[in-house]
């Protein structure tokens, strides 16, 4: 996983328009942040099944694969740390990107709320961000 380009998930995921989406744009930010926060606590926390449920499915999918191990398993043995203070979130419909202190992460909105699409993410000079977790 580490070191691994997050590629067209990321390019898609920032070339998203504003427009889409349910919601105004400060409730849809209040729900990236929300979820970000719950990542975040349940990250440092080290509850792994409770960072698995605010993961996308496509996210835990490709963990679990990469790994041959359940979700938390797989975070467990990654041990990735937690990202730190909020610095900013930006919302583009049903995709968003919240910059923390020392991580990126990556929503999407689901029928379910807003999931992470990838973390652990870090900005490449003239390239895509790299992202140690991220969907398939």
């Known amino acids: 996983m580490a070191g691994r380009a997050c590629g067209a998930a990321v390019s898609v995921l920032l070339a998203v328009g504003t427009v889409g989406g349910c ?73 968003a990107r919240t910059v923390l202190s020392s991580d990126t992460l990556f929503l999407s909105h689901f029928n379910s709320g807003w999931k992470v699409v990838a973390a652990g993410c870090e900005p490449q000079p003239q390239q895509l961000y790299q992202c140690r977790i991220k969907g398939g």
Do not use: H, I, W
């Open 23 to 95: 919601g105004t744009v400060a409730e849809r930010r209040d729900g990236v942040r929300d979820t970000a926060a719950v990542f975040e606590t349940a990250l440092r926390e080290g509850a792994y099944d409770r960072v698995c449920t605010v993961l996308a499915p496509g996210t835990v999918q490709e963990l679990e694969q990469t790994s041959a191990s359940p979700c938390a398993k797989a975070l467990s043995e990654a041990s990735p740390t937690p990202g730190g203070a909020l610095r900013r979130t930006d919302v583009y419909g049903n995709q």
